[in-house]
C-alpha cells in the first residue's frame, strides 16, 4: 500500500493557487482512475484507486499547509505504513514552471507543509516536487505562491497535472526517473517545452 498526499489549503479561495498544486495532481489522478467521490478522514479528504496491483490511498489534508503532517500522520499510524510508503505531492519554488523531480528525504527547502510532515513521520518519505517558478525576489514568495495560476499558465498546469496522473503508475511501481521523463516528453510534445518552461 502507498499513501499519494497532495499538499495545498483547503476551501474555494485557494483552490486555484500555485501552493495548492499538490492538490491539483491528487485530483488529477482521482480522475483519471475513477476514484470514489472524497470522503472526509484523517483530518482530510480521502479516496483510495489500485495502481499497478498496489492499493493507492488518496489524501489531501484539510489542516491547511503548515500543519499538514497532522493529517499525514494520522493516515500513516492507521494504515501501520513506514514513511518511505509515503509519497508528497506539493510545489517547488526552485524548479522551473512545469518542470518534474521525484527526490526521497532531503531538507523541506522552506516549504512549510514538507517541515509538517517531516516533523510527524521523518523526512524518509519521496516527494514528487512540481515546479512553480520563483517570483526572483523573496519578499514577494508568499505573495506568489498564494496567488492564482494566471490563464496563460493553466495550459501547462492542466497539461502536467494529467501527465503526472497519466504516469503515476510509474511512481508506484518505483520507476521514478521514468516517471520523470515521461511527463517531460509529454510536456515536450504539447510543445510546452518550447516555452521556456525547461
Known sequence: MLLFVGLGNPGKAYSANRHNIGFMAIDAIAREY?????RARFQGLTSEITLSGEKIVLLKPETYMNESGRSVSDAVHFYKIDASRVIVFHDELDLAPGKVRVKKGGGNAGHNGLKSITQHITNDYRRVRIGIGHPGIKDMVRHYVLGDFSKTESAWVETLCLSIAVNAPLLAKGEDENFQNK????????????????
Open 34 to 38: 475513477g476514484a470514489p467521490a472524497f
Open 183 to 198: 511527463i517531460f516528453h509529454a510536456m515536450e510534445t504539447a510543445g510546452l517545452a518550447k516555452d521556456g518552461l525547461f
